[in-house]
């Protein structure tokens, strides 16, 4: 009889995440977004303050830190073939989308939303870009060319959005989860659209990411059907948009965040109540953590080794615990996914060590830069620093992640979701010399 790696689930119970790696150096401002690098030795992560700041978790230190954007940014993110590293942000009045080539420094600024920008994703080809905005508008972008592909799409409420696997389809949710959206990329029309009961605006918002599943036939979202509180995610038939199986409730608090692990085992839910974490295949809630994440910043490292979220002006890193692992069949050693981290025995704080970015280098040629018509995306984003499925079968989110036209630091397929701020480029342009 063929043996299992898996144990039986152990009861979810109220377990302790202690932090094995705490990243300092965000003190003026909260972290909005971070994101693992493909070969998960490297992150990246973003504040309200416009400052990028990456970190090396291997040396432990903090590589570079870099002023991306005119105005407040919300979220970073990285192709999953670490060619571009794409910016978002801006105010009640801008939209600021930016896109650096990792190889050439090649600058390339999106124009077109008209105010802050939420959310955006990476296609799986690594040639598309999808921001929403404020503006109550999705668009598509060739990353190549920087011209528009699509759109703008009128949205209900822009809160998440995420490309299928295929690039055909972007799934959007409101910012109050109670309307997801399938809009049709090709034809540029709503394929399906599935709204909640709720009357009137509510004080709460969530940007909870998006993520296609099982081989992009399913979406799973957070959502409120009944006129309360988003507490509840569900998973839907994309091309019906009803339920599938058991929705996963336990949460008595808004949902924010949301982390599916790139091998599609494990679900991490981030809200005030604290971070819960399920078996994605078999709905079952597997523990109960006990941490605040005000920054409703949750993500899993490439490996599904640990589990990383920001709390305030920190990144904290930890391990998820052996018998969840076991659980779902990933040994902590001689995973098929090794990174240099592959699991921290003790605690480890690293603090601020900054190589600043600078407007320019003397004696040094400037990058080329250029400003493009703002454009939609094409696939789909994976989690953050997710790596890419061979078989497409998952869509990852994210939050965020990864940019900084450095040398490519991992030629992995890897994405990274990310929420965006924005601005205008002018006298504030960057050189970036290599």
Same mark, same amino acid.
Request: net charge neutral; with cysteine.
């Given at each position: ?58 040396? =432990?230190?903090?590589? #570079? ?46 124009? =077109? ?150 091998? =599609? ?127 497409? #079968? ?41």
């Amino acid at each position: 009889m063929a043996s299992t790696s898996r144990q039986s689930a152990p009861a979810a119970k109220d377990m302790k995440l202690t932090p094995v790696i705490t990243l300092e150096g965000h003190k003026d401002n909260h972290v909005r977004s971070i994101s693992y690098f493909p070969d998960g030795n490297q992150m990246i992560s973003a504040s309200g303050n416009n400052a990028v700041r990456r970190w090396d978790l291997q040396a =432990g230190k903090e590589i #570079e830190k870099r002023k991306v954007c005119k105005y407040e940014m919300g979220a970073v993110a990285v192709s999953g073939d670490s060619r571009w590293v794409v910016t978002a942000g801006g105010d009640r009045l801008h939209g600021e989308l930016k896109a650096w080539e990792v190889e050439t420094g090649i600058i390339k600024t999106f124009h =077109g939303h008209s105010e802050n920008i939420i959310c955006i994703d990476i296609s799986a080809d690594c040639t598309l870009l999808a921001s929403g905005s404020l503006d109550q508008t999705a668009r598509i972008w060739s990353l190549d060319t920087g011209k528009p592909v699509a759109g703008p799409f009128k949205a209900t409420g822009m809160g998440a959005i995420r490309f299928s696997p295929d690039s055909k389809k972007l799934a959007v949710n409101s910012w109050q989860a109670d309307c997801l959206e399938v809009l049709d990329i090709q034809t540029q029309k709503l394929d399906r659209r599935v709204k909640g009961k709720k009357e009137g605006n509510f004080p709460w918002s969530t940007h909870a990411p998006v993520f296609w599943t099982n081989k992009g036939t399913r979406i799973l979202a957070v959502f409120d059907f009944d006129d309360s509180f988003a507490t509840t995610f569900y998973e839907f038939d994309s091309s019906t948009l009803e339920t599938v199986g058991t929705p996963f409730r336990g949460h008595t608090s808004v949902i924010k965040c949301l982390a599916l692990s790139s091998d =599609g085992t494990l679900i991490a839910s981030a809200a005030g109540d604290g971070v819960r974490l399920w078996a994605f295949e078999s709905r079952q809630l597997l523990a109960l953590f006990q941490v605040t994440t005000a920054n409703d910043v949750v993500v899993f490292s490439p490996d599904t080794q640990h589990l990383a979220y920001a709390n305030y002006t920190n990144v904290y890193i930890c391990n998820i615990p052996p018998n969840i692992l076991a659980t779902i069949g990933l040994a902590t050693k001689g995973h098929p996914k090794k990174t240099a981290v592959s699991y921290f025995p003790a605690p480890i704080t690293f603090k601020t060590r900054l190589a600043n970015w600078w407007s320019a280098h003397a004696g040094h040629a400037a990058p080329p830069i250029v400003n493009v018509l703002i454009a939609p995306g094409k696939q789909r984003n994976a989690a953050a620093g997710a790596p890419k499925q061979q078989d497409e #079968e998952l869509v990852r989110d994210e939050y965020c992640d990864d940019d900084l036209p450095l040398k490519n630091p991992n030629s992995q397929q890897s994405t990274a979701a990310a929420l965006a701020n924005a601005g205008d480029h002018g006298s504030d342009q960057f050189c970036f010399c290599f």
